[in-house]
T-cell receptor, first 114, second 114 residues
Framework: EAGVTQFPSHSVIEKGQTVTLRCDPISGHDNLYWYRRVMGKEIKFLLHFVKESKQDESGMPNNRFLAERTGGTYSTLKVQPAELEDSGVYFC????????????FGPGTRLTVL | AQSVTQPDIHITVSEGASLELRCNYSYGATPYLFWYVQSPGQGLQLLLKYFSGDTLVQGIKGFEAEFKRSQSSFNLRKPSVHWSDAAEYFCAVVLISGTYKYIFGTGTRLKVLA
């Protein structure tokens, strides 16, 4: 069974540009989470999808961030326009059911905004 | 508010020595606790989890953790560290709510000396 995959692994962009991160969850996992780790800080929750519906966006920093999950499969997280403070590692995780099921994490996308 | 504290940012141990990584949590109800490990270039891998029952939990790679409600702790231990254990370790609690999102600690980076 393939794990959670994320693309790209690294992205370096300039302030003001747009970047789109992609996450492919484990097949059959309805729940998809995005987290972010800013350097030196804890990993923080951004948002949660159940299939294609956003269940909780409480962690999204501001309206420069837009997440989608078309068809309930893969998800994208777009940052537009990117700011310096958006730099960090963005993790995606998925789980089968909405419970205390283990969340399986991808390797993350390291975003650097110059 | 719920929180997880990992007091040690960096720990260095010699190969073959014992290891204990500390984790303290603040949570109003019965916590569901996890330890994850992230090796370089990899995603977060689940080491072990505690939901209920026996307070001493066995995990993969020879790790164990003990839940102590009186101390609000969930420390990770290994009797003999291997060089391949060098990685970053994260403690997390899951919020038993609509989204089951994780609250992470800041992580402990483990260095193993040969």
């Amino acid at each position: 069974e393939a794990g959670v995959t994320q693309f790209p692994s690294h992205s370096v962009i300039e302030k003001g540009q747009t970047v789109t991160l992609r996450c492919d969850p484990i097949s059959g996992h309805d729940n998809l989470y995005w987290y972010r780790r800013v350097m030196g800080k804890e990993i923080k929750f951004l948002l949660h999808f159940v299939k294609e519906s956003k269940q909780d966006e409480s962690g999204m920093p501001n309206n420069r961030f837009l997440a989608e999950r078309t068809g309930g499969t893969y998800s994208t997280l777009k940052v537009q326009p990117a700011e310096l403070e958006d730099s960090g590692v963005y993790f995606c995780a998925s789980s089968r059911s909405l419970s205390t099921d283990t969340q399986y994490f991808g390797p993350g996308t390291r975003l650097t905004v110059l | 508010a719920q929180s997880v504290t990992q007091p040690d940012i960096h720990i260095t141990v010699s190969e073959g020595a014992s290891l204990e990584l500390r984790c303290n949590y603040s949570y109003g109800a019965t916590p569901y606790l996890f330890w994850y490990v992230q090796s370089p270039g990899q995603g977060l891998q689940l080491l072990l989890k505690y939901f209920s029952g026996d307070t001493l939990v066995q995990g993969i790679k020879g790790f164990e953790a003990e839940f102590k409600r009186s101390q609000s702790s969930f420390n990770l231990r290994k009797p003999s560290v291997h060089w391949s254990d060098a990685a970053e370790y994260f403690c997390a609690v899951v919020l038993i709510s609509g989204t089951y999102k994780y609250i992470f600690g800041t992580g402990t980076r483990l260095k193993v000396l040969a």
